[in-house]
């Protein structure tokens, strides 16, 4: 009988210990999707406030000040961001992956950012002699040498904002944002308004890079040190490495186009090129930038349940396709309408760039969030492998689009081809390596329904187009947002994808 009785205590001990596993999952399970709508809410919150507020700065700003000193701006700022990666080298994203690093470990790393910083900042107020000779514009001498102030204060807080993330501390990061954001604009319109022409447009970087140190800073304050903090840098290199090629790689693909058009197309055609791809970029910084930042801290935790990873994620891709795809359809068609009446008549020249430019929104909302996955799952090498072949063929589409045709429409012809290729490229990578060999078909069923809503939208918004061509700007884009946001709602009820009128009424009667 002896046996018998081992036997069945072992089985009970076995169910026990599956309850518990279960339970555990169910737990983990609650704890992701809170984590993940506490952490996009408040994102998104700050996001989409801060969007009205960048807008109505950005409208106010392009109306004082001319398309030339937006092209000089650029080129300081493009510079500018290339030095931040080295400021970088993919520390932050290492100390949110890490959850070994002790105390006196992120005293160190820290203490390396800081004395990174400094050195960089230095290298950066030297280098705006050789740059403003390059470009020909001595303007861009002093612009370098006040922006190297942004450069120092970026880099110290790189380890205090990563905790941030790291601890969750979604709320936070959202008020602290959009105060920032608030400040900065407002001190830069009235910078704009006494006179400080072109001045005006770098006060923002430099006041909210130094506001978000000091804010950071005060949530967690680190020690320095007298030391480069080597030992402590170890720990990480191993991801941050691939993480910082990749940062160095990407650089060169988003910027070059900015580099080349300033000085062989001229300053004002960079104005025009650069408000465009701005413009561009709103949606793609106040959309997926809301879920982006989110999805490493909060993935990280089953970076060892890739599958979970997998299958969480392409809920979100369902998700921003439908909000990505479609919004490209609208903006191609209204295109003229949102440039002419966020900057005015006088960037009409920027039109037909944005239009374009547009037709790549819905792939880079997608695309963008991949990074926090190949960074979750630690698979940071895989994210260096993409962002190569990206930057490989970006960099080949620029250069035929500018030295080719010649001609900033043929550029952002080029740059949506290119983005569409890397789409492809990257979620195959992700797939067959990072989720060990995953299907792709979970991953395409998620693009069907959006791209159908997508293609009935282009009917819809290409007959309104033709009946409103010569209606004021305001009649244009109202009528074909009221076609857009009624076609969305109207598929999304009648296919089933999501119910939003049973939702209202369960809103409605809480009872």
């Known amino acids: 009988g002896r046996p018998g009785r081992v036997s069945l205590f072992r089985l009970r001990e076995s169910e026990n210990l599956i309850r518990i596993f279960v339970q555990t999952l169910k737990e983990r399970g609650m704890s992701l999707k809170k984590d993940l709508f506490s952490g996009v809410f408040y994102t998104a919150v700050a996001r989409y406030s801060g969007l009205i507020v960048s807008l109505v700065i950005a409208g106010v700003l392009a109306r004082l000040i001319p398309p030339e000193d937006f092209g000089v701006v650029a080129v300081a700022t493009v510079i500018i961001s290339f030095f931040g990666i080295f400021s970088d080298l993919g520390v932050g994203a290492a100390v949110i992956q890490n959850k070994t690093l002790t105390d006196g470990d992120l005293s160190k790393i820290y203490s390396f950012t800081v004395w990174t910083g400094v050195l960089l900042a230095v290298l950066f107020f030297a280098a705006s002699w050789p ?17 190297s102030v942004n450069l120092l204060f970026a880099s110290v807080n790189i380890v205090p904002n990563a905790l941030l993330h790291k601890a969750k501390r979604f709320r936070f990061l959202a008020v602290r944002n959009l105060v920032v954001q608030v400040g900065g604009g407002a001190v830069s319109i009235v910078a704009a308004l006494c006179g400080a022409g072109l001045y005006a447009l770098i006060v923002n970087p430099i006041l909210s890079s130094v506001l978000l140190f000091v804010l950071s800073y005060r949530a967690y304050p680190q020690r320095l040190r007298p030391t480069f903090g080597l030992d402590a840098i170890r720990k990480i290199f191993s991801f941050s490495a691939y993480q910082f090629l990749f940062n160095a790689i990407n650089y060169f693909s988003r910027n070059l186009d900015k580099l080349l058009i300033g000085k062989y197309m001229g300053m004002t055609a960079l104005g025009y090129y650069e408000k465009s791809y701005r413009l561009m970029m709103l949606p793609l910084q106040n959309i997926t930038h809301v879920i982006s930042p989110v999805m490493h801290p909060v993935f990280s935790e089953f970076q060892h349940d890739l599958q979970r990873v997998r299958t969480s994620y392409e809920k979100i891709v369902r998700l921003l396709a439908f909000i990505g795809f479609p919004l490209s359809v609208f903006l191609w068609f209204a295109a003229q309408e949102v440039v002419l009446i966020i900057f005015g008549s006088q960037w009409t020249p920027s039109v037909p760039v944005f239009r374009i430019l547009s037709l790549s929104v819905g792939v880079q909302i997608v695309l963008a969030s991949s990074g926090g996955i190949f960074q979750a799952a630690n698979d940071t090498r ?30 952002a012809w080029c740059i949506c081809v290119t983005f569409t290729i890397n789409f492809v490229q990257c979620y195959w ?51 074909k947002g009221a076609v857009f946001l009624l076609t969305l709602f109207v598929y999304l009820q009648v296919s089933g994808e999501y119910d939003i009128l049973a939702k209202l009424k369960r809103k409605g009667n809480p009872s």
Do not use: H
Not at 382 to 408: D, E, K, M, P
Not at 437 to 461: D, N, T, Y
């Open 131 to 147: 740059i403003a000779a390059y470009y020909e514009k001595s303007i861009l001498k002093s612009l370098c040498q006040w922006l």
């Open 382 to 411: 895989s994210l260096f492998v993409c962002g190569l072949f990206s930057a490989a063929l970006n960099v080949t589409g620029i250069l035929v689009g500018i030295f080719g045709f010649r001609s900033l429409e043929a550029v």
């Open 429 to 479: 990578m992700m797939y067959r390596v990072t989720f060990a060999k995953s299907r792709l078909s979970g991953f395409c069923r998620q693009l069907v329904s959006p791209l159908a809503v997508s293609g009935i939208l282009v009917l819809l918004l290409g007959a309104t187009t033709a009946l409103t061509k010569d209606s004021p700007e305001l009649v244009g884009i109202l009528a």
